[in-house]
């Protein structure tokens, strides 16, 4: 999760419906050797440009593999874990979920102008709970407190499909740590992929099967 300079101001991240007043602009991002302009707004996660934490999560995190069909961005924000995971992988179909409605809109906008017509967005309560996930990408929303983000985490992390995997990125003075610990308490396999710059990039797999 990212620094507090970026919070918006007159209010919350994750609110449903932000009370800050529209105020879009274009966030211009250098990645895969590409510059991508993104429309961002007052009221969603790091309007101001692409999170740090974001950016070595598409850094660090493993290559998109044909395995990986069905993906999640869970948190999409105004949607660059999305519609950068969508451009790598075309043949993947990216589901992003948000609770903010004004993230969500803007992430559709920004996967139509980039033209990554494989994302597909959602709010969390409209997604089948049966709906199965391959690869799962997030940078949590750790300011929603522990019990939230562990009900959040709880609830995806079991809609990953078997040899499926998460790749979260959280700041180390956030709580990497102990998320890791809770994570392999309920039985996940947890790895520190990377630790840098006070980010650890965690691969998470699902909670096994319990034995017949
Ligand atoms: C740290 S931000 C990351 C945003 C974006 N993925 C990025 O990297 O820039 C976390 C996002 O999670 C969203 N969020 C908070 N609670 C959520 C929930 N219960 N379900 C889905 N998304 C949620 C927030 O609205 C926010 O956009």
Redesign the pocket.
Known sequence: ??DPAVQPAGGQ??EAEPAAASSPRTVVVDIDGTRLGFTTDSG???PGR??A??RL?LAEAPPIVDADRRML?????????ACVAALRSPAAEVLA????ER?LSLTAKNAADQGATNVKVAH?DDVDPGRRFDRIL?????R?GKP?LHE?LAVWLDRLAPGGRAHLVVQRHLGSDSLARWLEGRGHSVTRLASKAGYRILEVGPVAAPAP
């Open positions: 999760m990212a991240y994750f969603v996660f790091s692409l999170d934490g974001t999560l961005d869970l948190g999409c924000g105004w949607g660059p874990i979920v948000d609770v903010n993230a969390p997030c940078n949590p929303p750790i929603i939230a959040l």
